[in-house]
């Protein structure tokens, strides 16, 4: 590559969106000089770690009710733009196979890292060119042209696509340069806040809880309404919670808690549609109360709760009056606490907040006051739930843009 070179398309960001950004970048019939740069010594180091190394990448229920986003409307047209079935027609014509569970799509290799060693294939096969270990630090218009600044060197180009990601997992390169970008253009962007990571709650439950899962429901409330709802496995830690549950219903909770407000986490512990007084009818008498949870609570959680309830270990099921009985039941279906804050990015999957998407066009994500300048990806305001929504956000957009420059198709 000739560094005085101009290029048709950067692309800045070889992740998920960068990497399907620069195949359909290169679709086209029209040829193109396209260059992505990438800070990593490899392509795509948080997508090789997506899905616990399997990589879930898509969701056969993908609809905008389950990101959070200030501009539903413009994510309801991107989702349009490229559904769940467009995505398996998309990675099966670059050679990945799917497999399918409880509406989760994963490679059939169950290897996130051969899925991104795809695509950085098929993206080089057809003709981008990328560049490694060097981190793009300013953009700004020169004439008719972008200019990139990187660490080392400087490039040029007609267009450029914006794929550097958020703050998620700042190891895999995630260090919010793409926001320093948008910042630098005099764009608004909302505060980016870890999404889908653990809950903080210190003090409220004994530390060794930590390790325990149980099933069961949490509520986030706030100022007496619940504002999100997940049932699943719920994860105690040492003063935190965690589990797809609680990572689902962490994006809205942690922006409350951020912005100053008291946010109450309820989990409810019960069996879904429990009705103590059918297990009570079957059960002797005289068993004593500590036994008789030991199919639904962990062992450990037993006297913590009994506690609460005002019932002793001791107690057994005739000993105890129905009011105390009923005080328990009603502290294991709503068992309330504050939150007491949240983990960091590092424990984060993606972010909230960012740049709105009513700041781009839905049809090409080309920035409605920067013309030539594209935006995909964790940098948008939208975080999903988990089950293959953000990644698929991701490839979305990074399409989005490839194609609006793909040209004469
Ligand atoms: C542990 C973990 C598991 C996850 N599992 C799933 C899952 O199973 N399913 C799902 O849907 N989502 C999952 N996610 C979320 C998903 O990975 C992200 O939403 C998605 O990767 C975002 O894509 P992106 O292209 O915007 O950013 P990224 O994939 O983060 O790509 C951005 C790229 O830009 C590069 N870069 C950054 N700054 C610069 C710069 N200044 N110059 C040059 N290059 C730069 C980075 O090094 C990186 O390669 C997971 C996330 C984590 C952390």
Known sequence: MKKEDNFDIIIIGAGAAGLVA???????????????????????????????????????????????????????LILSSFTFEDSLLFFSKEGIVPYERNGCFYPYSGEAKSFRDLLFLCAEEAGAIFTFKDSAVSLKKEGDLFRINTENDHFFANKVILSTGGLAAPDTGATGEGYDILSSLGL???????????????????????????????????????????????QFNKGSISGIPVLDVSSPAIRLFDEGERVKISLDLLPKDFEPSILLQDLRSDIRVKDALLSILNYKMIPFFLKKAGISLHDSLSDISPKKLKALFDILSSFTFDMTGYAGFEKAQTNSGGLSLSEVNPHTMELLKFPGLFVTGELLDCDGICGGYNLHFAFATGRLAGKALAGGK
């Open 22 to 76: 620069a195949i359909e970048a290169m679709r086209g019939t029209v040829k193109k000089r396209v260059l992505v740069l990438e800070k990593n010594p490899i392509p795509g180091k948080k997508l090789s770690r997506t899905g616990n190394g399997r990589c879930n990448f898509t969701n056969r229920n993908i609809s905008a009710k389950h990101y959070n986003s200030s501009d539903k409307e413009s994510l309801d």
């Open 188 to 234: 608004d962007l909302k505060k980016p806040l870890p999404s889908l990571s653990p809950l903080k709650c210190e003090g409220t439950f004994p530390e060794d809880f930590a390790g325990i899962r149980v099933y069961g429901r949490i509520n986030i409330a706030h100022k007496g309404r619940v504002v999100a709802s997940d049932f699943g496995e719920l």
